[in-house]
């Protein structure tokens, strides 16, 4: 079986998946000029929507849904785009090359684009089904979130990675109070260094959140279906009044596994997006991707990755040239705080700080030898620009000139 | 409500009417305008939406605040009448505006 053909602009093009990375695909063919049919297949009800203002402004009352959705409605039917939202693919037929839907209808692809995400890990303990302990992927989700948090009203998290500790900002925010419970010593144990930790746990504790570190969660307590508490594993109890569980995503490569096609992890794929098989691609959270910047296979949650991939499988559809290797990049928001990371610290043995952490305004940065891996910068957009430069360029950095301030990053990167 | 004229680093034209209140990154973004990706959705980290006002709209379109100046500092091709597009909100009153993406955004 050959590849789709490249430069096919009658291609015809399902996508499994509406979230960002499948709305982004729709929407790069049409900008690329391709004309084929498009199905965009979402399990959810709602139009492809930007899920990282859930936990942030969204969750504070300061966007609304027409805000979140990447594009509006007549979009859709504008630009040739059918779309199946509430439907879900149960079966591919590789040999077909149909996709077959819970509905009973079928979609036929010369390229498949899978992107079907992650879903929340949910934790297998007593309680994990009582009314008011949510976990937070979906709009709908965050919904619930939202009608549980008002003044005085107390939050739990579970988990003190990104999306709850900006959970736990924006409850402030709404006046509740916010406790986060986290198992490792420090929150953001698998995602940030040391530093960035420490920096954040003061920065919430100072602003009213509460910590329990190095706490196993034993059950939820409840009373009449709902929610009243968090037992730890040290037998205490803590009160709560809505619980969020934030302990991480697993990857939706079911339907890829019964496929046939190969999955590690995610659905394996190269650096153009393909599966195993040369029709289908797989983008977003759902996908273990090579990066080609630290010469190794990853699978990676962000918005600018799964609009990485988007990119990566719409050029050669329409027969363009594919984006050059980006270096991977996220950001949170929480308070006045904007954090902005650029790479990832592989085989760094060396972490320089510049600026102030006492005034919020600094950047750490990991080095292998004088190679710039990641930078991890916050209120401190030139280090993070100039740093995300010099992650792409692979030459060597000057320590010397990146921990003295009256060097500015426009010399250090120069 | 406003016109606006997005002009493609290649010339190519898209004159969009947007809502008051969107910012002139949404007026794109929404109307699949080619070049403006805007990968952050608005929170002014990325630079993805940098265009060049053109110099008659620049007192109209407002300040930059120290965050845009910074990240636009290390934006590609940057010009005098940089911006990024997600800090622009769009009211009646920038009815008519024209902005250009750069090439690096082509």
Known sequence: MSAVESGDLNARIVIAGAGHAGGSVAAFLRQYGHTGPIVLIGEEPLLPYQRPPLSKAWLKGEADADSLALKPADWYAEAGVSLRLGGTVVKIDREARLVHLASGETAAYDALVLATGARARTLDIPGADLEGVLSLRTAADAEQLKSALGPDRRLAVVGGGYVGLEAAASARALGSHALIIERESRVLARVACEVLSTFFQDYHTARGVGFELNAGVEAFEGADGRVTGVRLADGRTVACDVALVGVGAIPNDDLAREAGLDCANGIVVDGQARTSDVRIFAIGDVSNRPLALYDRQVRLESVPNALEQAKQVACPIVGRAGPVPEVPWFWSDQYDLKLQIAGLPYDADRIVVRGDIAAAKFAVFHLKGALLQAVEAVNAPPEFMAGKQLIAKRTPVSVEKLVDPTVSMKDVAA | ?106
């Open chain 2, 1 to 106: 409500m406003a016109k606006i004229t997005y002009i493609q680093h290649d010339g190519a034209e898209h004159v969009i009417d947007v809502k008051s209140g969107l910012t002139v990154m949404e007026g794109a973004v929404k109307n699949n305008v080619p070049g403006i990706d805007a990968d952050c959705g608005g929170a002014c980290a990325c630079a993805t939406c940098h265009v060049y006002v053109d110099d008659a709209w620049l007192a109209k379109t407002g300040d930059k605040s120290a965050m845009e100046e910074s990240m636009l500092d290390f934006a590609e091709n940057v010009e005098p009448n940089s911006r990024l597009s997600c800090q622009i909100k769009v009211s009646d009153a920038l009815d008519g505006l024209v902005v250009r993406l750069p090439e690096s955004q082509h």
